[in-house]
């Protein structure tokens, strides 16, 4: 069936750089795309967005990139801190509420 | 500040008991669902529920129930847990919408049956 999926399921990054997180998806009917981040100890927490009518969506530090003919979705970023280690999950809407979740990147940063 | 509180943070249960794990929240919000976080393989959906007294399985609804008697709070129920149940357990709520509603997640349930 179809799913939704990530590239590298960990990822480790020198504090202060730009951090990159993949996501592939295959149900090109979805039209809502989510990044959460899971703390240790924590439920995931909502970061950024997308709608399918938009390739582009930035917040504070973070950035969303959708890319309709391949299928991908990347979170992106900026200046990395300690307090971004954490698990990143993409998300996307199938169908009305029907919210399917990638297995999750682990982000670790490196002082 | 919103909130999805669920009762328990660990719980250890013996296969063949019948487990209830609680989740509350807030915010008024219409859609309840219930998740199971296992390494390497996400969040997969259980059941979800749109309204008081109604459910819709998700996923993986074999070995589970659910119950939503009132708007608030939705229960989980393991009627005979079994070691594979073994899992980090996480309720979300959202308001109703039009399917772009981010989801708020509660802190999860680590449940472990011996």
């Known amino acids: 069936g179809e799913s939704v999926g990530l590239h590298l399921p960990t990822l480790s990054v020198q504090e202060g750089d730009n951090s990159i997180i993949n996501c592939a998806y295959s149900?090109?009917?979805?039209?809502?795309f989510i990044w959460y981040k899971q703390e240790s100890g924590k439920g995931p927490q909502f970061i950024i967005d997308?709608?399918?009518?938009?390739d582009k969506r930035q917040g504070q530090r973070v950035t969303v990139l959708l890319n309709k003919t391949v299928k991908h979705l990347s979170l992106q970023i900026a200046a990395t801190q300690p307090g971004d280690s954490a698990v990143y999950f993409c998300?996307?809407?199938?169908?009305?509420?029907?919210?399917?979740f990638g297995a999750g990147t682990r982000l670790t940063v490196k002082p | 500040d919103v909130k999805v509180t669920q009762s328990s943070r660990y719980l250890v249960k013996r296969t063949g008991e019948k487990v209830f794990l609680e989740c509350v929240q807030d915010?008024?919000?219409?859609?309840m669902f219930w998740y199971r976080q296992d390494p390497g393989l996400g969040l997969r959906l259980i059941y979800f529920?749109?309204?008081?007294?109604?459910?819709e399985k998700g996923d993986i609804p074999e070995g589970y129930s659910v119950s939503r008697e009132k708007k608030e709070r939705f229960s989980l129920i393991l009627e005979s847990a079994s070691t594979n149940q073994t899992s980090m357990y996480l309720c979300?709520?959202?308001?109703?919408?039009?399917?772009?509603?981010?989801?708020?997640f509660g802190s999860g349930t680590q449940l472990s049956v011996l």
């Open positions: 979300a709520s959202s308001p109703l919408g039009q399917g772009d509603e981010k989801l708020f």
């Open positions: 149900n090109s009917a979805s039209d809502y």
């Open positions: 997308i709608r399918s009518n938009m």
């Open positions: 998300a996307e809407n199938m169908d009305n509420n029907d919210m399917r």
């Open positions: 915010m008024d919000h219409e859609n």
């Open positions: 529920s749109y309204d008081v007294k109604m459910k």
